[in-house]
């Protein structure tokens, strides 16, 4: 499976589950199907700007930099290696991504902070964002196209 799809579902695991340590990561990437080692894992908590917080003051978990609402360009690099194509329809945008990114893209909608958009799904490939009316939506899929391919 591709490095895309590995920290993908590396963000989804920590934003279900309280992960204290880089070997129950790797374990519960191995579970979830991706052979991975605790080297590469500790490659990708980096690339991804991955903190650990205190959940009650003793025990402590991965969690994604919340610093501020900025997007970084290693996030941003995941977008543009993971996205194929984004068009709209009336008022929703279309996202399609290489199998398996689908949530970078999504967390990419997410990040931005536009409130014309109502809500987001992202399935294996393909993104669907409902915005408020047409042009928002014209004016998302631009800004997603800036990013993705300029």
């Known amino acids: 499976m591709t490095r895309n799809a590995r ?5 989804e695991l920590i934003d279900e589950k309280d992960i204290e340590t880089q070997e129950e990561l ?3 990437l191995q579970n979830s199907g991706f052979d991975v080692t605790q080297a590469t894992v500790s490659r990708d908590i980096k690339e991804l700007g991955l903190i650990k917080i205190s959940t009650d003051g003793r025990r402590q ?3 994604r930099e919340r610093t501020d609402n900025t997007v970084t ?6 977008f543009r290696h993971s996205v194929v194509s984004v068009d709209y ?3 929703i945008v279309v996202i399609k991504t290489l199998s398996g990114s689908a949530n970078v893209a999504g967390m990419m909608v997410d ?21 408020r009316d047409k042009q928002s ?10 990013i993705a391919f300029d």
């Not at 990040?111 to 915005?131: E, H, M, P, Q």
């Not at 939506?137 to 800036?146: D, N, P, S």
């Open 7 to 11: 920290q993908g579902k590396i963000l």
């Open 26 to 28: 790797v374990k519960e």
């Open 73 to 78: 360009s290693k996030f941003t690099d995941m």
């Open 61 to 63: 978990k991965y969690t």
């Open 137 to 146: 939506a014209e004016e998302l899929t631009e800004k997603l196209r800036e």
């Open 111 to 131: 990040r931005i902070k536009n409130s014309s958009v109502l809500g987001c799904v992202a399935g294996d490939d393909t993104v669907f964002a409902v915005l």
């Open 89 to 91: 329809a009336i008022n």
